[in-house]
């Protein structure tokens, strides 16, 4: 294989990178006529629990315009995803030995797919939860009007918690497969990660202990799944000394 110029490689990323954010600006357009329905769509789990009449506010002049434009380019991100992903692996892959590319490429698809799940495992199982404890302790005669730039933050917030939990299989498996832990050291950690999960469900969620316990208890579960996978799959056989193919 003839190894390729800086130059040669710096203009190949630029390309890779003009069409990821082309991928991505295309979708955007493609929605932009439906911001706002995306928007009530995200706004839903906090919609239903609140009282009749009740509606959300927005304290800043530019906020009912700008937050359905980033929800909706949140979700062009989301739906381009896997031409994004197809650029980033078109400019490694070549690169790559054979036996790295057979494990990056279903870590890849993993990964995404995992991360979606925790994005749904929040949005249609915790946010029902979290909003309706907010909802329930409200006190008597305090009205609960969610500014919507900041439940915008929030939910966003909560949607990488549970999408980079959902990751720990993923994590696991890549520590192992490179040597940098073995699957003992793993089991001997379990009573470490039981406690640290429990500290950071509490540091991310909402005070209520359900919200808490929602993800707290996934997280150990992961662990725990990213062991048996990394028994399942053992270590990874070391590089040959042939040119990447």
Not at 69 to 74: H, Y
Not at 76 to 90: D, E, G, K, R
Request: proline share 7%; with cysteine.
């Amino acid at each position: 294989m003839t190894e390729q110029p800086l130059l040669a490689h710096l203009i190949e990323l630029r390309n890779r990178l003009v069409r990821a954010a082309a991928g991505i600006v295309i979708v955007f357009i493609a929605l932009f006529h439906w911001a706002g329905d995306i928007y009530h769509l995200l706004a839903k789990p906090m919609m239903d629990v609140l009282p009749a009449g009740a509606q959300m506010i927005a304290t800043d002049v530019t906020a009912p315009f700008f937050v359905p434009v980033k929800v909706t380019m949140l979700v062009a991100f989301l739906i381009s995803l896997p031409n994004t992903l197809y650029q980033v692996w078109a400019f490694i892959a070549p690169g790559l030995y054979q036996h790295e590319k057979k494990l990056i490429v279903p870590l890849v698809v993993s990964s995404v797919l995992l991360f979606f799940i925790g994005m749904a495992f929040a949005y249609y199982l915790v946010f029902p939860v979290v909003f309706g404890f907010m909802s329930a302790v409200t006190p008597t005669g305090v009205a609960m009007m969610t500014d919507i730039d900041k439940y915008l933050s929030f939910v966003l917030g909560m949607f990488v918690a549970f999408g980079v939990t959902f990751e720990v299989p993923v994590v696991v498996i890549v520590l192992t497969r490179m040597g940098i832990v073995s699957v003992e050291q793993l089991r001997q950690g379990r009573p470490y990660v039981i406690v640290g999960a429990f500290v950071i469900a509490a540091i991310v969620t909402p005070p209520d202990v359900l919200s808490q316990i929602m993800l707290a208890v996934p997280l150990w579960l992961l662990y725990e799944c990213g062991i048996l996978l990394s028994v399942f799959l053992g270590k990874a056989p070391e590089p040959s000394s042939k040119e990447p193919t």
